[in-house]
């Protein structure tokens, strides 16, 4: 199956705007990663931007995961791409 990286972007004062919706985004990727279609996801470290890798059976999977997202959805992360990536190790 393809894997995909997303690179996003979060918004400006992440930390104080994501709270009402932490435990839901949370819940969601803890059932992706359940369900295999996640495979890692997290914050760099200046909380800038966001990665992760999905392992779909197409990049509209993906973006549907992606924007199904409360952190989407109510604009923490605001903005994203999404390529298909070739794991060579």
């Not at 819940?27 to 495979?39: F, H, R």
């Not at 605001?78 to 794991?87: G, N, R, S």
């Amino acid at each position: 199956m393809p894997k995909y990286v997303m690179w996003g972007s979060y918004c400006e004062d992440v930390l104080e705007k994501r709270s009402p919706y932490r435990q839901a985004h949370l819940d969601g990727l803890a059932a992706q990663k359940e369900a295999g279609v996640l495979m890692t996801i997290g914050p760099t470290k200046d909380i800038t931007k966001v990665f992760g890798i999905y392992e779909a059976e197409d990049e509209a999977a993906v973006r549907q995961l992606i924007e199904a997202d409360p952190y989407w959805q109510n604009g923490i992360w605001t903005e994203y791409d999404v390529k298909e990536w070739i794991q060579a190790l």
